[in-house]
């Protein structure tokens, strides 16, 4: 997947080879920050994000429903980028 932000801010911008290594930290310490709050959530974001499992299969490694895992990987989703775009209340 971040091959894919990747390569997509490359297109946007003209093709060059940029690979904001800044973006990536930020994921990461958005990424320590659900894990604080909710460590669930922020184990299906590393399994389907970085890890590149489908939900059954993240399903199967924490021994939950798809429904829970669908429903997360979706709160998380909206909280991980409200994160990223600043506009958390925290902040």
Same mark, same amino acid.
């Given at each position: 997947?971040? !091959?894919? =932000? @990747? =390569?997509?801010?490359?297109?946007? @911008?003209?093709?060059?080879? !940029?690979?904001?290594?800044?973006?990536?930290?930020?994921?990461?310490?958005?990424?320590?920050?659900?894990? /604080?709050? !909710?460590?669930?959530?922020?184990? =299906?974001?590393?399994?389907?994000?970085? $890890?590149?499992?489908?939900?059954?299969?993240?399903?199967?490694?924490?021994?939950i429903s798809t429904d829970t895992v669908t429903r997360d990987w979706t709160l998380a989703k909206a909280w991980w980028l409200r994160e990223l775009? $600043?506009? @958390? /209340? !925290?902040?």
């Open positions: 997947m971040l !091959d894919r =932000i @990747s =390569i997509g801010r490359r297109k946007a @911008s003209g093709g060059g080879t !940029d690979e904001r290594p800044h973006d990536v930290l930020a994921l990461g310490d958005a990424l320590t920050a659900l894990a /604080a709050i !909710d460590p669930l959530k922020a184990a =299906i974001v590393e399994m389907k994000f970085f $890890g590149g499992l489908t939900g059954e299969e993240a399903a199967r490694v924490l021994e775009s $600043g506009d @958390s /209340a !925290d902040r």
